[in-house]
């Protein structure tokens, strides 16, 4: 078969077969070609120690990235391209990386160390495609199958449990028997890898294509890192508003949020504390008054441990939060919320609200999304002359008020806060005739009686 390889990786290739090196493309440019995906990243094996490799390609600007795993980085034409030398590994003692490689001339022993099939063949054009493991044939079956035995390369690196979640989830495939089986035996070692990889991987899964299926069959592996899931799991929330458990509604939150690091996390966690919170009313009706709250927290407790960012931290601390409020569908309750969390918070919490609807009782989502419409409308109102309801958006500010002989800071910061509540409130246009008119107003009857 042929497959469409670029020209710069051809040049390299033949350039290394021509001083008795064979060479590549390996790995998941590969897959990719076979899914009739563009891959981003073309990646050369070739049986050329790197010392050979920077001989044979020293011409280009050579990265010596990795020379002690047999890996080596060119820049060609602009573009990056790691190339590896065919080798074996080592013992692996943590989990997650080998002790030591030996470098071989056979690209089989090379394929063979990989982690799955369909990650696991090469081609050049003189050879075609190299399978030894069958990975062309279980892309055709939509199958995850590690490459021999299961546990050895789960042992070998932990987080490739999650890699193989991430390749379902991208993929829309399934694992094959013994690749699941091994995956859930051997979960308990992703404790050995550290958070930003998993970090790194489980953002990917909750935002794969086809995740809903790998969230639901693989919440037990998905709890070894995030241990606040497991009570989630099968929790009955018996409440007319729900059909499902807290997981399989979380779940149909996260599949129906806009794909995003942010948007996802805040869907995957925003009822992460609805366990804790639960409590029957008198008919037996379940209620989780408080979970935004607490779930906030948890959340930050979560992400922090996971070393993310602070920024999206932040972003998806402030979704969790204000998840469940219903504001009145008036100008002025919008005005208030916008105030107190910003343009860009609002316009996601309305898409996060719009996906947790979507995961309660289908009987009740035509009501909910009108609601949630009738806030957008009235939000692109509000918010059609750019205002954002704080204090750096009203149309006059502290040196305003000075020029008009207010002195202490803390008139200032009172007359202005008094000026955004009644624009807020649409008493008030924000308007900066009409402001500083109301600020004398202000200023006279409070400041000068």
């Known amino acids: ?18 001083a008795g090196y064979c060479a590549y493309a ?3 440019c590969i897959r990719d070609s076979l899914l009739g995906i563009t891959p981003h990243d073309w990646d050369i094996c070739t049986a050329a120690v790197p010392e050979k490799v920077l001989e044979v390609l020293g011409k ?3 990265i010596e990235s990795g020379l002690k795993h047999g890996t080596v980085t060119v820049n060609y034409g602009g573009e990056l391209y790691e190339i590896t030398t065919f080798r074996t590994d080592g013992e692996y003692l943590d989990n997650r990386r080998p002790e030591s490689v ?13 982690d799955f099939t369909v990650n696991a063949m090469a081609y050049n054009e003189a050879d075609g495609l190299c399978d030894y493991f069958g ?52 979960a308990h070692l992703l404790c050995n890898i550290s958070a930003e990889r998993i970090a790194s991987e489980l953002l990917q899964i909750i935002d794969g294509e086809y995740a809903e299926a790998i969230l639901l069959s693989y919440s037990d592996v998905l709890g070894v890192v995030i241990p606040e899931i497991l009570p989630m799991v099968g929790f009955n929330q018996r409440n007319p508003h729900h059909i499902y458990d807290v997981w399989e509604h979380t779940v149909k939150v996260i599949v129906n949020s806009p794909h995003g690091k942010m948007m996802r996390l805040a869907a995957l966690l925003h009822d992460i504390a609805k366990p804790e919170c639960f409590f029957t009313d008198e008919k037996g009706t379940g209620h989780f008054h408080g979970h935004p709250e607490l779930g906030a927290k948890m959340a930050e407790t979560i992400m922090r441990r996971l070393k993310l960012d602070n920024k999206t931290i932040e972003s998806v601390k402030v979704l969790i939060k204000y998840h469940d409020q219903r504001p009145q569908t008036k100008a002025k309750n919008v005005r208030r919320l916008v105030s107190k969390i910003g343009c860009v918070a609002f316009e996601n919490l309305m898409e996060l609200k719009r996906a947790d609807a979507k995961g309660q009782n289908p009987d009740k989502l035509a009501e909910k999304l009108a609601y949630i419409d009738r806030l957008g409308e009235i939000y692109t109102e509000v ?3 750019g205002d954002e309801f704080n204090l750096k958006s009203l149309k006059i500010n502290g040196n305003d008020l000075i020029e008009n002989g207010i002195k202490e800071g803390k008139q200032i910061g009172k007359i202005l806060n008094q000026l955004l ?13 009409k402001l500083l ?5 202000i200023i006279d009857k409070q400041f000068n009686t």
């Open 1 to 18: 078969m042929k497959i469409a390889v670029p020209e710069n990786v051809n040049k390299m290739i033949d350039q290394l077969e021509a």
């Open 102 to 114: 030996t470098f071989v001339s056979s690209l089989k022993e090379d394929l063979e160390r990989r």
């Open 421 to 433: 509540s009644e624009v807020i409130d649409g008493t008030l246009e924000n308007n900066r005739e």
């Open 135 to 186: 990975g062309k044939e279980d892309i055709k079956n939509k199958l995850i199958r590690c490459v021999g035995n299961p546990d050895k390369r789960f042992n070998e690196d932990a987080l490739r449990i999650l890699r193989a979640l991430r390749f379902a989830a991208r993929f829309g495939f399934e694992m094959e028997e013994k690749t699941a089986v091994s995956i859930r035996e051997n």
């Open 60 to 62: 280009y600007n050579v």
């Open 26 to 28: 390996v790995g998941g």
């Open 437 to 441: 008119t109301k600020a004398h107003n």
């Open 383 to 385: 918010t059609s002359n």
